[in-house]
């Protein structure tokens, strides 16, 4: 047996010797030590022994009023307003049409075509004045009521000098009886009163 030997022996002795004391230390100073210098108070233990105090109390918001109902009325009577106004201007202008288009107007006018006189005042092409508030169409005022026996127009012409307006009034005294014109001229627009005769039935 050597000398190395028992030196070796001793110096992993002396190692395991040092290991053990560096993991004391290690030991030691991880550690907790009490603190005794200043101890932390303990927390004072309270007891419930009365009733829990009650909560905020919020008063809930009062709700707000309905806006008040507005009355339907003016809205109902502004529709049957504008209902019966639309009514009245179509009534107006289907009777002026079943005026303008009647077997009275056109023999009316037929008449007065063929008057020299008026010819004279007022130019050839003798037509009524149309009227931008009817579409281009004549106003034919008056009413054409031959079950009744009463027809009175009134409207205006025109021809290449100048214009006028014209008067029909016509009358049937008893039923069975013939029309008889009262009234049929042409007052132009200068003054001039043009009497239109017509042909005395053969």
Known sequence: MSLRSPLRIHLRACRGVQNVRNLQLLRASYTTTPRTQ????LPEAETFDKTARPGLYYSRPSPKDLPPLRSKWPAILALS?????????FM??????ER????????????????AEL??????????EPVWWMN???WINGAIHIPGGNIDLSFRVKGHKGAGTLYFTSIRRAKGEPFEILRFKVIADDGTEVNIATPRPT
């Open 119 to 128: 010819r004279e005042v007022i130019g050839e092409a003798v037509r009524p």
């Open 38 to 41: 200043h101890p932390k108070p």
């Open 92 to 97: 107006v202008f289907v009777g002026n049409q």
């Open 81 to 89: 307003a504008l209902g019966v106004s639309s009514w009245a201007v």
């Open 136 to 138: 281009g169409d004549p």
């Open 100 to 115: 303008l288009s009647s077997s009275i107007m056109q023999q009316v006018m037929n008449t007065i075509r063929d008057n």
